[in-house]
């Protein structure tokens, strides 16, 4: 952990010297946005402005240190355009920390809730029990730790115990009431909802259940959806947080566009008026590249903005070209080409833009994650149609490792991941998210290799019929 801060200090020290002692004719400064980038690794977000802040100071104090009181116009454009690049990646950088933050307190949500939530192993030795738990049966977790489930809870099942594993294992999730004991002796009737989990070879491994008190229903399932609501805020914005690199360029493009252009226009101005529309094609130019960086902006706060769900009438092609630059800069760096085939004249779809966009985008980035270490060329496509039944249909295909054919059932379940270090929650969120637009979101795998991920979503041409 003391590396990164380390090398923060080693990095700014060198683009320091560099700046305010070497007499070079570029923005050298804007490498501050590096050092930036490395307090994520061990900075929160007080801490990130302030070293934000400390490296927009030494810019400055390098520009007198070289240029003195009186720094030509040259030098002060350089200087803005660093300032610039350090202000907004240090904003998004704050942003990440923050939602990470949020992310650690979303995981203490198992403890918040009301469920009596508990995994047990293969053998239905308890290995987690939270408090909800603990409220409802009497056992604190130490106690009900390493105790067999069915025999603390003395569990009556509404089928055979091996009838109801034998579903279990052939569907992935089991649902049913069930009758408890609590310690006191008394009993109650539960809706219990039982997810396998596997490991990486397919293996059973583990069964998370979740025990709802029947007569607490109604608000549970608003507690249900209120937390997924929240989790799926945490994981676009966390998905947002891997495209750190991808934002960053987005955004430095059309700001080292403007300095360019008002460089250009200042060198016409010192030459005289002949040159006025040249500096007035310069001056468009800063408003074109002003108004995208904008627009990238805008569509990051959009996509980290957390709100309800909202309907509107939605054009899915526009959506997904939207949706490409934020993930533009990693289909570059891993050398993937990409074909983009939209269907002309798509009909308007009703639903929820930002929802939307992040499940383009988590189909996106796992596209390209699949690819990232396979030798072939890696292919990206991405496809809409409208399907015989008039339903919009997105189609984002790979040509990486896929997944393995008994993995297909649950690849869109909670907490089921191919990752080393995945959460194995963008594919479930992306199902609910689809289900609520009244459609449906299947993977298939490619003859030739890879996978192909497809939802579709009811037209509003659909819907009048």
Known sequence: MLGFPLAAVAFSLVIFVIDAFVNIHIAIAVLYVGVVLLSLNFCERTGILAVTFGCISLAVL?????????????????????????????????????????????????????????????????????????????????????????????TSLPAPYEQIRQQLFETGHWEGELVHYKRDGTNITVASRWSLQRDERGVPAAILESNTNIEDRKVAQEKLMHAQSELAHVVRVSTLGELTASIAHEVNQPLAAIVTSGEACLRWLANGTEHIDRVKLGLERIIQNGQRASDVVRRLRALAKKDDFKRADLDLNEIIEDTLPLVQREILRNRIS???????????????????????????????????????????????????????VVSVRDNGHGFAPDQQNRLFGAFFTTKTNGMGMGLSISRSIIDAHGGRIWASLNEDGGATFRFCIPTQTELVS
């Open 62 to 154: 390098a520009l007198v240190i070289q240029h003195g009181f009186d720094p030509s116009k040259e030098a002060l454009a350089r200087l803005l355009f660093s300032v610039v690049a350090i202000t907004i990646t240090g904003l998004l950088i704050a942003r990440i920390s923050s939602t990470t933050e949020t992310l650690r307190d979303q995981a203490e949500l198992l403890d918040l809730t009301h469920d009596a939530i508990f995994v047990r192993n293969m053998n239905d030795v308890i290995t987690y029990w939270n408090r909800g738990a603990e409220k409802l049966y009497g056992w604190t977790a130490q106690e009900a730790l390493g105790k067999n489930s069915r025999y603390l809870t003395r």
């Open 338 to 392: 990409l074909t983009l085939t939209l269907a002309p004249n798509m009909p308007l779809i009703q639903g929820d833009r930002i929802h939307l966009q992040q499940v383009i985008i988590n189909l996106l980035v796992n596209a390209i994650q699949a690819m990232s270490d396979v030798a072939h060329d890696r292919r990206l496509v991405i496809e809409t149609t409208v399907n015989d039944e008039a339903k919009a």
